[in-house]
């Protein structure tokens, strides 16, 4: 414990340092010239400044109940996992925030830069992309903040209303590799909605019920790709049909455990398509899939792939459970978006068609982000109140403040109330604690308790 004080205080020490010149560097008149120099967003900064304010706040809280001995440990998890998983949290959060301010600062962004428009487009697509669940209620407005990094990911924290969005380095001159941001946002309202509406865990277990292991094991990719094809329309399924089939075949024909086998996760996006009503688009989809795949590997429909604990299965019977899951999660969880808004995304007019035309859905897709970027739509931030004891997210629907050092969910702000007041707590509800809103979702190689990571 003495070991874990000191790491602590040094830890605690570098944040309050990083918040004391993160509010000097956004408000104050010594670094004007500065700022000027670059184009300098005082939303993302106001944002990220705002995260660190709040995650100084949320963490002394957890380290409070680890320093004091109440969280209690186990054969299986040890008391001391509890604080190393907590700090490492932090860490790979302040890693992520960092990141994400240096790419907006001179020297390395300046006005009109190609990096500050581009991540000024992923903040504005990763807004959109979350638009739909917030028509449905299934997630709170929250700020949205992008950065490049070497895959896609999304950085999942219960403490702040903020997306932060990994896009590839490669999106900086390639449209189409912004695609999978709707993906990424998918993998937010997977862990942020059953925090505003529990239903929607409860509903997604019940989808896979019955179904093999792997299939449920499989459970918030297969979400999150629905809910990126919804959103993203056709051409997302071109380009991930082009990502799949670019990997080695030991790794196309068995899964990792978490992700669909890549073999069949293309038909994903061919029944989310007859799903929304375009069952010849789907079937010339899943058609051009069937001859790429037989013509890199020379996989057949019926061949077997590798799922789960080394269970060989048939690529065809894969198909039939994963379009289950898929008509399943549309018609309860996502109905509201069966009917995709034409001319959104790469939607274009939503006619059906018996080939894919992966030029015109391009164009569509093109026209879409200039009519996005044109609007200038305000996008939300996030605010600290002048007396520092409340973080703001202003430009959304309704003003949301949240006390400094909550969550802003009920449901986790009570349990995390109630533990402070436990002597002992369990095992069971501290590591539901800190696993708490998506807290262990990407980047890198994942913290102690499991990453999620689109790959």
């Known amino acids: 414990m003495i070991k874990f004080e000191k790491e602590r205080r040094s ?29 300098f967003e005082r ?10 304010t709040n995650l100084n706040a949320y963490a002394d809280r957890l380290l409070t109940l680890a320093t004091e001995n109440r969280f209690k440990g186990s054969r299986t998890m040890p008391q001391a996992y509890a604080a190393r998983a907590i700090l490492d949290q932090i860490g790979r959060d302040l890693e992520v925030i960092l990141r994400a301010l240096q790419q907006r600062l001179p020297p390395l962004a300046s006005d009109g830069d190609e990096i500050v428009t581009r991540l000024q487009m992923a903040d504005n697509l990763a807004y959109a ?74 509903s ?39 990502m799949f089939s670019g990997v080695p075949i030991e790794y196309f024909i068995r899964d990792d455990g978490e992700h669909p086998v890549s073999a069949a996760r293309a038909y994903i996006f061919a029944s989310v398509l007859d799903t929304v009503g375009m069952p010849k688009l789907a079937k010339a989809f899943a058609d051009e899939w069937e001859q790429s795949i037989g013509e890199i590997y020379g996989l057949r429909p019926n061949d077997p792939v590798t799922v789960g604990d080394g269970v060989r299965v048939p690529l065809d019977v894969v198909r039939e459970d994963l379009d289950t899951v898929v008509r399943r999660i549309i018609g309860v969880d996502l109905f509201h978006m069966m009917r995709p808004a034409a001319q959104s995304w790469s939607w274009g007019d939503k006619a059906d068609a018996d080939v894919v035309v992966k030029e015109t859905l391009e164009t569509d897709f093109d026209a879409y982000v200039q009519q996005l970027l044109a609007a200038e739509r305000p996008l939300p931030y996030l605010d600290t109140n002048i007396d520092g004891k409340e973080i703001r997210l202003e430009n959304a629907r309704q003003l949301t403040s949240v006390p400094l050092g909550s969550t802003g969910y009920p449901m986790l702000d009570e349990l995390i109330a109630r533990l402070e007041d436990e002597a002992e707590i369990a095992p069971a509800l501290w590591s539901l604690l800190i696993s708490s809103g998506g807290w262990t979702t990407g980047p890198g190689d994942g913290p102690p308790t499991g990453g999620k990571l689109f790959v």
């Open 129 to 202: 992309a979350l638009q739909p669940a917030l028509d449905a209620g299934l997630v709170e407005p929250a700020a949205p903040v992008s950065y490049f990094q070497k895959s896609n990911s999304i950085r999942v924290i219960p403490y702040a209303r903020v997306a932060l969005v990994g896009v590839p380095f490669s999106a900086i001159a390639l449209t189409n590799d912004m695609l999978a941001i709707p993906h990424e946002v998918g993998h937010y309202i997977f862990w942020h909605a059953p925090l505003t509406r529990a239903s929607l865990s409860g």
């Open 11 to 39: 830890r605690e020490e570098f944040r309050k340092k990083l918040s004391h010149a993160l509010d000097t560097f956004v408000v104050d008149d010594p670094y004007k010239s500065y700022r000027a120099r670059g184009a």
């Open 43 to 52: 939303r993302a900064a106001t944002t990220l400044k705002s995260v660190v």
């Open 204 to 242: 997604l277990l019940r989808h896979v019920q019955g179904l093999p292991s792997w299939i449920q094991a499989w459970t918030e990719e297969i979400f999150s790709d629905i809910y990126g094809c919804l959103v993203a329309g056709p051409l997302m399924a071109v380009s991930a049909q082009d």
